[in-house]
């Protein structure tokens, strides 16, 4: 069984950034495609970026691509978030989810999630 712990969220103001990290616990990281996805109230939970199993190759919804970066250090078993230049409409919740399988944006392709951690973003 995989458990995902996120850390990281608060409140920032825009234009700044945050770092949010997600600790798996299990013995089989690696193996994971890792994905972050978020909600915001009253919308559907969206994908935000996802990472390889290795972390070579990542890939980005449009609406953070060049702001936001997804890494990885399967050595402390830990995927991170970093938040540059963010934007009142990046206030959500912000979940990290593992994926036994292949890269997807699809957020029931995932097989495990964290607790999520709040971003808040003021103007």
């Known amino acids: 069984q995989v458990q995902l712990v996120e850390s990281g969220g608060g409140l920032v103001q825009a234009g700044g950034s945050l770092r949010l990290s997600c600790a798996a616990s299990g013995r089989f990281f690696s193996s994971y495609v890792m994905g972050w996805f978020r909600q915001a109230p009253g919308k559907e939970r969206e994908f935000v970026a996802w990472i390889t199993q290795s972390g070579g190759s990542t890939y980005y919804a449009d609406s953070v691509k060049g702001r936001f970066a997804i890494s990885r250090d399967n050595a402390k078993f830990t995927v991170y978030l970093q938040m540059n230049s963010l934007k009142p409409e990046d206030t959500a919740v912000y979940y990290c989810?593992?994926?036994?399988?292949?890269?997807?944006?699809?957020?029931?392709?995932?097989?495990?999630w964290g607790q999520g951690t709040q971003v808040t973003v003021s103007s």
């Open positions: 989810a593992a994926n036994l399988y292949a890269p997807t944006i699809v957020r029931t392709q995932y097989n495990y």
